[in-house]
């Protein structure tokens, strides 16, 4: 149409798993048609400084040319923090006419398509260009939880689609289902294909060259779960050698360990000696590469860890066997009820086998879709309600039937007693007991007996 104004998509990343994820979404014809796209990228670390870029990652160049321009959000809000900054409500127009200017959007219409949009810097992106539609895209297994934190500044109403992979099918996301946001599937397909680009873009990459590394090995994942205060260092170090030994009990002789980008490089040297004890060889992955590259490259014969979203890409896009270790460790650990860990957690726990179960590992199959949606389906919705009840009222029937029929010893792991309580849920303190934690003069009873068995014992 004559005189319309030109229209550009502003594309949000901060990992090069979101950026891939985005760039199957363009191919699969999945977000609006744009006559620009802009990927600003976003480093979102505790020093970015010292971090590597986005746009420097083995692999990024592949994804390049689905994008008219790459910016970055770091070097514009310099030197304020990504994970930390949002604007003031009376800056808002100020911020939008600087971005424009800086970008070079004149006065285009915008559409966004971010992700996590509950916390900075994808909110404060979105609060920045107040009148802009937004997508919003998922690139791991928290899509399928509850919307953790309130938007605000009239962002839900600007929300047009959720993308997101189908990791586990069947499973629909539960995330800004509150504000009728519609959910649409990224085709795997497309998926696999871009991470097919990014692997052989990568290649040999620094580091370990990717061709050498042992094919059909156990690939172990390591998350840093201590830097996150959910474990201890010496915790999580036990966590890895257990994987160590679950993979050589299953028979592997070949371990390749990945560990997470910030870990201490000193973490895998007990690794590798255990290994060498049981009579493996273990190789530590240094080369900062997605998983899914190596997939591609190496092709494991099995895949470990605690809650890593590869997990399921592994299962599901690539049919590789797969195990879980540390999950149950982790649903207890996880504060408060509503952190947004606890949703991949349960969803790990819930569908893959045990890794100390080796009949369990060697007999193990997806569930079926059918099987989502009858077993997980209401668990996920429980879990759901009991993290964001007031955002989920809905839910609460559900909840209240799916506990009173299958609250056990094997499902106690996914709840709280005491969220259970607050809720007034089947499983809570009985009534008569629920005075106890409230009562002065009990809580000053249990402080003396404490303060006399610490003088007895001192």
């Known amino acids: 149409m004559a005189g319309a104004r030109p229209h550009t998509q ?28 802009v990927l600003v990228v976003s480093n979102n670390s505790g020093v970015p400084e010292t971090a590597e870029r986005l746009d420097e990652a083995p692999g990024f160049r592949a994804l390049r040319g689905r994008f008219d321009q790459v910016v970055s959000w770091n070097e514009a809000i310099s030197p304020l923090h990504p994970g930390g900054w949002q604007p003031g409500a009376d800056e808002v127009p100020m911020w939008e006419r600087y971005f424009r200017m800086l970008w070079a959007l004149g006065d285009d219409e915008l559409d966004l398509v971010v992700e996590s949009l509950q916390v900075a810097p994808a909110l404060s992106f979105a609060q920045v260009f107040l009148g802009s539609p937004i997508s919003v895209y998922a690139d791991g297994l928290m899509s399928y939880g509850p919307t953790r934190n309130k ?32 959910s649409h599937i990224v085709p795997g397909a497309d998926f696999t294909k871009v991470l097919a680009e990014v692997a052989e873009a990568a290649g040999d990459a620094g580091g370990d060259p990717l061709d050498e590394l042992p094919h059909d090995a156990a690939l172990l ?69 997605l998983a899914e590259v190596v997939y591609h490259k190496a092709r494991p014969a099995l895949v470990a860890g605690c809650f890593s979203t590869a997990l399921l890409t592994a299962s599901v896009l690539y049919g590789i066997p797969v195990a879980r270790t540390g999950t149950r460790l982790l649903l207890d650990r996880l504060a408060p009820y509503q952190n947004s860990n606890r949703v991949p957690v349960t969803i790990v726990h819930a569908t893959l086998p045990d890794l100390a179960d080796a009949d369990a590992v060697r007999g193990w199959s997806p569930p079926s879709p059918e099987q ?62 629920a005075f106890v934690p409230r009562n002065r003069t009990v809580r000053r009873v249990a402080r003396r007996a404490r303060a006399l068995k610490k003088a007895a014992l001192g």
């Open 10 to 37: 502003l594309l949000l990343a901060s990992t090069l798993y979101g950026a891939a994820t985005l760039a199957a979404a363009i191919d699969a014809g999945a977000l609006p048609a744009a006559d620009r796209r």
């Open 151 to 182: 938007l605000g500044l009239l962002v839900d109403t600007r929300i047009d689609r959720l993308l997101h992979l189908d990791l586990v099918p069947g499973l629909e996301p539960l995330l800004l289902t509150e504000f009728g946001v519609p």
């Open 221 to 289: 994942l390591g998350q840093y779960l201590s830097a996150l205060g959910i474990l201890s260092a010496d915790e999580e170090e036990q966590l890895h050698l257990s994987m160590v030994r679950g993979a050589v009990a299953l028979g592997h002789r070949k371990i390749v360990f990945k560990p997470h980008p910030t870990a201490p490089a000193h973490w895998t040297e007990p690794l590798t000696a255990e290994a060498a004890r049981l009579g493996a060889e273990l190789t530590v992955l240094n080369t900062p590469v």
């Open 372 to 433: 989502v949606a009858a077993e997980l389906t209401p668990l996920l919705h429980t879990v759901g309600y009991c993290m964001q009840s007031q955002a989920h009222p809905r839910l609460r029937d559900e909840a209240v039937a799916w506990l009173g029929a299958n609250l056990t010893a094997e499902t106690w792991p996914y709840f709280k007693r005491r969220r259970l309580t607050s809720l007034g849920l089947p499983g809570a303190v009985p009534a008569r007991l």
